[in-house]
């Protein structure tokens, strides 16, 4: 466990500096050529990038939470419905272990996104 939280904050380390060495300045010149070429294009720039990934994010999100909750809910009636039998109780607990380390994976991607593009606006 000890190596999966070094790992993470490894990794954490390595997304965040290019935002502290970089600074914020620079992505308002790019936004504005982007939005540019993209109106010459014929592209609609009413919404912006950001606005589109958040929407899609959120949209993720809200399907990791349902299959998160699905996952829960039929490990608790598997384990509810093995009448004391260890190998299905085992595969419950099993299964309700697995979806909650896949769900804190996705909050800590998350947390690391909001981190990284509150950074940038």
């Not at 290019?18 to 010149?29: C, E, I, R």
């Not at 929407?55 to 829960?72: D, E, N, S």
Request: with cysteine; hydrophobic share 55%.
């Amino acid at each position: 466990m000890k190596k999966v939280i070094l790992y993470i904050v490894c990794f954490s380390f390595i997304l965040l500096t290019p935002v502290a060495s970089f600074g914020v300045g620079t992505l308002g010149d790019a936004s504005g050529n982007l939005n540019t070429v993209a109106g010459g294009a014929g592209v609609d720039t009413s919404q912006s990038v950001g606005t589109i990934v958040g929407q899609i994010i959120k949209v993720a999100l809200t399907l990791v939470g349902l299959i998160f909750l699905v996952l829960t809910v039929y490990a608790g009636f598997m384990w509810m419905t093995a009448r004391g039998e260890p190998d299905k109780v085992e595969k419950a607990k099993k299964i309700i272990s697995s979806s909650l380390i896949g769900m804190f994976i996705v909050v800590t991607a998350y947390a690391i996104t909001a981190l990284v593009t509150g950074a940038f606006s």
